[in-house]
């Protein structure tokens, strides 16, 4: 049995190995489609494609793209992947109609081949900031330049037109098809994935390891489609939404911790915590802000305890701002975002941390506690136990002094379940 047991299990190991091994068809292509924003979600998804496709040893990598721009960061993850394959890239800016704006033009520029469809365009690569404003005049010109010799690099050696992609970025000058041919800013017009492969064959591509043939007639297209975990992290790894994420989060917890049992809020925290650090796995955060946040809360729930007269709610409510501030290295979320959500997030802090204060050092109302102070009709003599009636029920009570019938009494303490009263004078 054993034998047996052994023999299957190699068996199955060495299928498995086998099947990891088996490279794809040789005359076969990987197609990318990079279509939206450049964001930390999309990147991800090429730079695993690129991979892919060079361990299944696909003779090309086409990328067809369509965006109106993105992360600068996650745009330079995107170039790096390309300018490293080992695998010929394409970059194919289509179907008719679309675009390679912004961070499009460099992941054109830094493509083995670039292609265009008819009716398209390319340029419009100005910096601008996260939440699509201007950057200020100062830093406005440090990145700019940065940009301009970052892409002149790369399209010195890509024999592409380095002053217009410089005019591109300072002037945001933009331009079709058939003119970024003619100015060479990319290499040829091909009206769909037939005409690029016939246009492909017989091109030779320099890389890093030498220079290829591609040899593209009868080449197989393989599509690649953004799994479910591409597609979440593309929608929340958006700085803006991974921030608000982390906030709403953070306050259902809060809101959980300070009032427990409600359930809910805590469910939703939860949730809304995990898929911000799920976002925050592709986001340069800066755990410094991330920390500051952390402490905000500390202070938060610190103002239940101690009685500050509002110095901890305020410390909590700068330690929010800094670290949302410092959050991201590199990018920064929306200021027409942060400031609202902290006045909101801060506010609703302040509030529950006020209320809670409040019920801590309150009265209580219900239980054995609750019913100290209150008073009460005697239903039967108290001498010295007796029956009286407070609180809407009837309780057993007793006392040092002797209370008739309809005689009001106070309670003053409690043994068990039986209460201990006094009488009340006629001057209470």
């Known amino acids: 049995m054993k034998k047996s047991f052994f023999i299957i299990i190699l068996t199955v190991f060495t299928m498995a190995l086998f099947i990891h091994n088996v490279p794809a068809e040789k005359n076969s292509a990987m197609v990318i489609e990079l279509d939206g924003t450049i964001n930390p979600g999309t990147a991800q998804f090429v730079i695993k494609g690129l991979k892919r496709a060079e361990v299944s040893k696909h003779m090309l990598v086409i990328i067809r793209l369509d965006?109106?721009?993105g992360?600068?960061?996650s745009m330079r993850s995107i170039v790096k992947s390309i300018l490293n394959s080992s695998v010929p890239v394409v970059v194919y800016v289509a179907p008719r109609g679309a675009r390679a704006a912004s961070a499009g033009v460099m992941i054109t520029v830094a493509a083995h081949i670039a292609a265009m469809a008819p009716q398209?365009?390319?340029?419009?690569?100005h910096p601008v900031s996260a939440d699509g404003k201007e950057i200020n005049k100062t830093m406005s010109k440090k990145v700019v330049n940065d940009m301009v010799a970052y892409v002149r690099s790369i399209a010195k050696d890509r024999g592409r037109n380095q002053d217009w992609v410089e005019k591109a970025i300072r002037e945001s000058v933009s331009i079709t098809a058939d003119?970024?041919?003619k100015k060479k800013v990319v290499d040829l017009?091909?009206?769909d994935m037939d005409d690029l492969l016939a246009l492909l064959n017989g091109r030779e591509i320099a890389l890093n390891k030498g220079k290829v043939t591609l040899e593209t007639k009868g080449l197989k297209l393989i599509y690649v489609a953004p799994g479910w975990r591409d597609r979440v992290l593309n929608t929340i790894s958006n700085p803006n939404i991974a921030y608000i994420l982390m906030m709403i989060g953070m306050a259902g917890l809060y809101f959980e911790l300070s009032h427990p049992g409600a359930?809910?809020?805590?469910v939703i925290g939860a949730i809304s915590l995990i898929l911000a650090f799920f976002a925050f796995q592709t986001l340069p955060v800066n755990y410094a802000g991330l920390l500051l946040i952390a402490l905000a809360i500390v202070f938060f729930i610190a103002e239940i305890k101690v009685s500050s007269y509002g110095l901890l709610?305020?410390?909590g409510l700068i330690s929010l701002t800094l670290g949302s501030i410092m959050l991201f290295e590199n990018i920064r979320v929306s200021l027409n975002l942060m400031m609202p959500t902290i006045v909101m997030i801060g506010g609703f802090f302040v509030i529950i941390a006020f209320l809670a204060f409040?019920?801590?050092k309150g009265k209580p109302t219900s239980g054995m506690e609750g019913l100290i102070g209150q008073t009460g009709v005697v239903e039967e003599k108290i001498d010295p136990v007796g029956l009286i009636f407070a609180h809407g029920e009837y309780w057993k009570a007793t006392s040092t002094e002797v209370a008739e019938q309809g005689e009001k009494v106070r309670i003053i303490g409690s043994k068990g379940l039986e209460l201990i009263v006094e009488k009340v004078s006629i001057e209470d």
Do not use: E
């Open 67 to 69: 965006t109106p721009g």
């Open 189 to 191: 017009v091909a009206r």
């Open 263 to 266: 359930i809910f809020p805590g």
């Open 71 to 73: 992360l600068d960061s």
């Open 120 to 125: 398209t365009n390319i340029g419009a690569a």
């Open 179 to 181: 003119v970024a041919v």
């Open 358 to 360: 409040r019920a801590y």
């Open 313 to 315: 709610s305020v410390a």
